[in-house]
């Protein structure tokens, strides 16, 4: 078993942020890897070209093309924001996967999300 999970360093210890499924006194291997502001600010600016390219999209569509949100506008950006922080927790949580596996992931809870909203219709 292998387990990804982010920790912080203090005072000389090393402490995992959250709990571990770990037994009492359990030897574990631990390699370490820094956490880089750059790689976070790489992600944000990733995440808002994403986001321009979609709008850029979403604007050349004819308007039978697209159907319209049933959300609020601020139901929308409520939405996004609340995507965006969740594809941020799943890139932190999954920093030892590649991409396409982190992407496959996504898009499985997508599918699982969208089966469940049509449940509810």
Known sequence: MSISTWARYKNGILKPIGTLPLKEN????I????????????????????????DEWLAQQPP???RPSP???????QAIAELDQVL???REANVHY???????DVNAAVK?????KMRQL
């Open 71 to 77: 959300l609020s506008e601020e139901e929308r950006r």
């Open 88 to 90: 941020r927790e799943l």
């Open 26 to 29: 359990q030897r574990v291997r």
């Open 112 to 116: 699982a999300v969208r089966a469940e």
């Open 64 to 66: 039978d093309a697209v």
């Open 31 to 54: 390699i370490v890897l820094p956490q880089s502001q750059e790689v976070d600010e790489v992600d944000e600016a990733r995440l808002a070209e994403m986001h321009r390219r979609a």
């Open 98 to 104: 590649s991409e396409e596996e982190v992407m496959a």
